[in-house]
């Protein structure tokens, strides 16, 4: 049978965000605070990143983990780890599995920090084989740091976004070499001092304009297909192959409870509040932007605190909300929702395509509400802010509210 | 119980040797065990069971509706539908009788259903009825604009092809029969009333032979000097959505079969994700198991019209599987007496549904070339470990989790596969000889991530347990 418990706050997800949300509530004192995760070890993603460059003070991920975890601790929230989420029974209980049983839990409040992985080579649809040798920047941190594993002699790195440049850190850690970067941009989108070192100290190949197309191999991967945007062909002989970046909300739990998703980000539908559609439900982290850096989760987390203490103490939930839209070479906004009470918070933005300096154009059934250049060029994979300021001119029962370049 | 995968073959004269370890070969081997006292030898290339066409098709358990009436395909289809559906059910191989609709998208493929109602009645399937727009509507509702009528036939199952095959293999090993992996039959000779063959770990004797080869029966019914048929691999590359897309599908949505095949399907898994193919293109390569970039792109483009809401669902998985085409419509079951050799040849794509009727009937030739066969028993039952959704799974079993912890510790978060499930398959009867043979055993990795988040903790389950001397 379940065992029933009752908890004021249920956090699912004990990465950064999660841990924050938690520490923030419980150091407010609104009682019970209780996060759950289903790995054994807490702390999220930054568990398996060794490479330095979390939080303000450049820490290693595990370091950054344990940090986050203290904090949660330190302010009394109760952490259980081995601890699964795996269905709703009502809209503010869930169901559990861990090695001491199924529990069925049920909260005032529910804050969602189930974070985000990348998409794996068959979500990408690259054809061909099916050999071994094939990671994500994911999977390849923690068979390589985590677990010490053989990876392989020689790879190829899909992506050149920041993460990109992490799986070649730990390629190199685990002594492969790297045959090239391939990135279906013009540039990469790291930043410059990253790139260059790439290419210059370490003679890492940057493929632009570029594509994989097929995987090569039987058993193991022995090589992998290119084809440039000119229509040239090429095959670059590898036994490994780390997909990288291509960010996915892990909306799960957000999808089964049948919350509002927004359909540029994947995740779950928010105000600035962190709010969804589902009263009592928040979410948080990148379950609902795939991928923003760890300390920008965590400063989330400590807003969505506040949000949620205030939820717990007056019991307002917003009845309207307006939706955000964006128009492409925009691929999605976050938050997405904008409801009457919203804190004018920033905007998160992402693009396809590279921008010099562009120009944002925010209009409401066709009333131009803001119109703003951006202070720096946008770059694919990387996020880009709009201050909140103009959410005070959007009228609450209109249509949505579009994003668009001018 | 013997499973080995390496080292000589043992020193014996076997009674009969089955060429072949996938869905075919372990059924006709499980069906010889019964027969206790013979020896039994089961051989295969690779170095798990089911790793040839067995792992990859669409895993439904036809009523062979839609056979040539009169073939013997539609015989053992039909014999095959009854036993396998029994077995399941006593194996806890995951069946899911959601039945089937043919739909009609066109005036040529409406006026085609009276046809189809009349042959599966030819094939003494009674139970097809045909459906107007509106039924079709009300049982699919999520379907894309269009659907001019169905025939319903609900007899039609999905089913788990992997344990099947593991059950069939495990139930033989458990009653006696030597398996032997990576272990290819490169040739055959004689030796007086017995086959020599030579193998890739050695040679083995045996009396009697059956040749089980699937996409390579053509081949080693040549070792033996028939040149009979010629298997022509016929690709099936397919597409598996995310199991969050299974509410947008109940039943298995069969195309109306036109003049240029079969066509592509969408249907449920038993393990709650969405399939949708498979592709026919005849190659010659019978290796060439790769998907490409056409395929899929047409396979999606097919898919979202028949379903449009599958457009915004992420993909779990692609692969491909070859259908062992000849160039008649029909099985290529042989018995050659004098050789004391049975040819199962030709096992298309119904393999799966009739493995149980092709291994009796397969037996019955064996015992009419002289084998002479004991009293049949009814071996020990298997019961198989569940991967399919629509029965609890361990981590939802509170009282497995209380009796062993292991099964509340899930390791495989998407398929939500736990430590105790991923332990019991390395320390199976028939263990698996890969990661991906831990997967087609568990799950564990064949979710929406693709190991982003398990996949090194179970290449390090699977090492360990396979360095604890399984194999
Ligand atoms: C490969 C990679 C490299 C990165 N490198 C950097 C970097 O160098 N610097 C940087 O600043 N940022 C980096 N990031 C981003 C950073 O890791 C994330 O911003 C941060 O971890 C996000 O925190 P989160 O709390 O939203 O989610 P996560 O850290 O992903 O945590 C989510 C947690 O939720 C748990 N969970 C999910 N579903 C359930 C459930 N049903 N039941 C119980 N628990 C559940 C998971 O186990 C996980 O622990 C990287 C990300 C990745 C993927
Ligand atoms: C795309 C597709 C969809 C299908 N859909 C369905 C379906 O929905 N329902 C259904 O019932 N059926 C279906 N089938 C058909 C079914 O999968 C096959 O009929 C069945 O798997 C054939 O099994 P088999 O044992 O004959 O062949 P295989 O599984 O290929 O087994 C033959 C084995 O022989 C081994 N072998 C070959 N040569 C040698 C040698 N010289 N020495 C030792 N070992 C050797 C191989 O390694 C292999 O493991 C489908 C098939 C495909 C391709």
């Known amino acids: 049978m379940r065992r029933e418990r009752i908890v004021d706050v249920l956090v699912v997800g004990a990465g950064p965000a999660g841990l924050a949300t938690a520490a923030g509530l419980a150091a407010s004192g609104v009682g019970e605070v209780e996060v759950v995760d289903r790995e054994r070890q807490a702390g999220g993603i930054p568990r398996h990143c060794l490479h330095g460059g979390f939080g303000r003070l450049g820490m290693t991920g595990p370091q ?76 390849l941190q923690q068979a390589a740091d985590l677990h010490r594993q053989r990876i392989g002699t020689r790879a190829v790195v899909v992506g050149a976004e920041p993460v990109s440049f992490t799986a070649l850190d730990t390629l190199r850690r685990a002594g492969v070499a790297v045959a090239a970067l391939v990135t279906e941009h013009p540039r990469h989108q790291a930043r410059p001092a990253r790139a260059l070192d790439a290419r210059l100290r370490h003679k890492v190949p940057l493929l632009t304009d570029a594509t994989v197309v097929e995987l090569v191999g039987r058993g193991r991967l022995s090589g992998v297909g290119l084809r440039h945007r000119d229509g040239r062909t090429a095959h670059v002989a590898c036994d490994t192959v780390v997909f990288t970046g291509d960010f996915v909300p892990d909306h799960e739990l957000a999808r089964r409870a049948g919350l509002l998703l927004d359909p540029g980000t994947r995740g779950p539908a928010v105000d600035g509040a962190f709010r969804t559609d589902g009263r009592g439900v928040f979410a948080v982290g990148n379950v609902l932007h795939a991928a923003e850096p760890a300390r920008a989760v965590a400063r989330e987390g400590t807003l969505a605190a506040e949000a949620v203490r205030r939820y717990l103490s007056d019991g307002d939930w917003p009845s309207a909300a307006v939706r955000l839209r964006v128009a492409a070479p925009l691929a999605w ?63 609450v029962r209109g249509g949505a509210v579009r994003i668009a370049l001018g | 119980m013997a499973v080995t995968r390496r080292g000589v073959p043992p020193d014996v004269a076997y009674d009969v040797t089955v060429i072949g370890a996938g869905v075919v070969g372990t059924a006709v081997a499980r069906e010889l065990a019964r027969h206790v006292g013979l020896r039994v030898a089961l051989v295969e290339a690779a170095d798990d069971v089911g790793e040839g066409t067995s792992k990859a098709n669409t895993a439904i358990l036809h009523t062979g509706f839609d056979a040539v009436p009169g073939s013997l395909e539609s015989r053992l289809v039909r014999e095959g539908q009854r036993l396998l559906t029994a077995y399941a059910a006593e194996s806890g191989i995951p069946v899911e009788p959601v039945g089937a609709l043919l739909v009609a998208w066109d005036g040529e493929q409406l006026a085609a259903l009276p046809g189809l109602l009349e042959k599966a009645e030819r094939n003494g399937y009674p139970a097809a009825r045909l459906l107007g727009p509106a039924e079709v509507r009300a049982r699919e509702p999520h379907l894309g604009p269009g659907a001019l009528g169905a025939l319903d036939v609900p007899g ?50 045996t009396r009697y032979l059956v040749n089980a080869a699937g996409l ?52 449920p898994t038993v393990y709650g994700n969405v399939l949708l193919g498979p592709t026919a293109e005849e190659l010659d390569d019978k290796t060439a198991t790769g998907t490409t970039a056409e395929g899929i792109a047409a396979l999606r483009e097919k898919g979202h019209r028949i379903l449009p809401e599958l457009h915004d669902e992420e993909i779990t998985a692609v692969y491909a599987g070859l259908r062992a085409a000849t160039d008649q419509d029909d099985y290529r079951i042989s018995a050659h007496k004098e050789q004391r050799y049975v040819t199962v040849g030709g096992i298309r794509s119904t393999g799966l549904t009739a493995s149980l009727a092709i291994a009796a009937h397969v037996t019955e030739l064996l015992a ?26 361990p981590y939802q079993r509170a009282d497995l989790i209380a009796a062993d912890p292991a099964y509340g510790e899930i390791v495989c978060h998407c398929e939500r596969v736990t430590r105790g499930e991923i332990r019991d398959a390395l320390a199976a009867a028939v263990p698996p000889g890969s990661p991906d043979g831990l997967r087609r055993r568990t799950r564990a990795r064949g979710g929406r991530c693709q190991g982003f988040y398990c996949g090194a903790e179970v290449r390090e389950l699977y090492e360990r347990g396979a360095e604890m001397g399984t194999g």
């Not at chain 2, 000097?225 to 995310?242: C, E, K, M, N, S």
Request: net charge positive; aromatic share 4%; charged share 20%.
């Open chain 1, 64 to 139: 950054y983990a344990e940090r986050c975890v203290a904090a949660a601790v330190g302010t009394g929230a109760v952490l259980r780890t081995g601890v699964s989420v795996t269905a709703w029974a009502a809209p503010l209980t869930v169901d559990t599995t861990s090695p001491r049983g199924l529990e069925r839990i049920t909260a005032r409040a529910v804050v969602l920090a189930t974070g985000a992985r990348e998409r794996p080579r068959a979500a990408r649809l690259v054809p061909g084989t099916r050999p071994a040798g094939v990671y994500t920047t994911g999977e």
């Open chain 1, 333 to 395: 906004i976050a938050p997405n929702r904008l409801t009457p009470d919203d804190p004018t918070g920033a905007f998160t933005l992402r693009t396809t395509e590279f921008l010099a300096r562009p120009t944002l154009v925010i209009t409401q059934d066709g009333r131009t509400l803001h119109r703003t250049r951006a202070r720096r060029p946008a770059v694919p994979n990387r996020p880009f802010r709009v201050a909140g300021d103009w959410t005070g001119r959007v009228d």
């Open chain 2, 156 to 205: 039609e199952s999905v089913i788990c092809p992997w344990t099947t095959t593991l059950a069939y293999a495990t139930q033989a090993v458990r009653s006696g029969v030597d398996l032997l992996l990576n272990c290819r039959v490169e040739a055959v000779s004689q030796a007086g009333e017995s086959h020599l063959l030579s193998t890739s770990r050695g040679p083995l004797r």
């Open chain 2, 216 to 267: 390579h029966a053509d081949t080693v019914d040549r070792l033996l000097g028939h040149d009979a048929f010629t298997v022509t691999p016929r690709r099936g590359q397919l597409i598996v959505y995310d199991k969050l897309a299974r509410d947008l599908v109940r039943h298995i949505l069969l195309p109306v079969p036109t003049a240029l095949g079969k066509g592509v399907l969408v249907a």
């Open chain 2, 368 to 393: 009419g070339t002289g084998l002479d066969l004991p009293e049949p028993h009814d071996p020990e039952p298997v019961r198989m470990p569940n991967i399919g959704e629509a029965f609890p799974r």
